[in-house]
């Protein structure tokens, strides 16, 4: 099967919404990739995903709540046989980082002898991805593979590799396009970097 890795474009700053920007309390942001690139690689990914299972059926499982709109994004970029589920995990919280990770929801359907492609907005220290991918093969699959938006190799802590991957990036913390800080800039359809100095103090 096919990898692709692309790395990161040189990247510049951008005017973020206004929405995004108003309170002199919050941090400013700077664009890492365009809503322009980012829509372009997911509709690449589509293809590659669509030649890999050529005249199957696939099953999207998205990681709640940051990858839910690559997945909306990559389902539509698809165009074999394809739906999608979800589960939830608890790892996070309101801090950036975290080594716990609980299961919160399961999947609504069985993904005994399907082609399973677990969907993530980030692979950094991998724990996550992990302990899912566990969670998946114990329960038989046709084919379990992994696809990522974004890929932050430095921060690796688990032997773990996506087969599809988005973009490779800097160790850096990015919100945006599903992502998020505290809850906040999800909605922003760019991905964007939050200040190396950031602290969860400016929302207070």
């Known amino acids: ?44 990914l589509g293809m590659e995903i669509s030649r890999d ?29 394809c739906t999608f589920d979800f589960l939830a995990v608890s790892s996070y919280g309101m801090a950036m980082h975290s080594n716990s990770v609980r299961l919160i929801k399961d999947v609504d359907q069985p993904v005994e002898d399907r082609n399973i492609i677990l969907v993530e907005d980030i692979l950094d220290t991998g724990r996550t991805l992990c302990c899912l991918k566990n969670v998946l093969l114990a329960r038989q699959p046709a084919t379990l593979k992994i696809a990522a938006l974004l890929d932050k190799p430095e921060r690796r802590l688990c032997q773990i590799q996506a087969d599809y991957v988005g973009f490779t990036i800097p160790n850096r913390f990015v919100v945006g396009y599903g992502m998020d800080f505290a809850e906040r800039y999800r909605n922003l359809p760019d991905i964007c970097l939050m200040p190396e100095d950031a602290s969860t103090d400016v929302w207070e």
């Not at 005017?15 to 509709?43: D, F, G, W, Y």
């Not at 709540?65 to 994004?73: P, R, S, Y």
Request: a positive charge; hydrophobic letters at 45%; proline letters at 4%.
């Open 53 to 81: 299972f050529a005249g199957q059926t696939v099953v999207l499982v998205g990681v709640l709540k940051g990858a839910a709109t690559f997945v909306a994004d990559l389902a539509r970029a698809i165009t074999v046989d």
């Open 1 to 44: 099967m096919a990898h692709t890795m692309l790395t990161t474009p040189s990247y510049k700053k951008q005017q973020i919404p206004a929405l995004m920007t108003e309170s002199a309390n919050k941090p400013a942001l700077e664009c890492l990739l365009t809503r322009q690139q980012i829509q372009q690689r997911v509709s690449e």
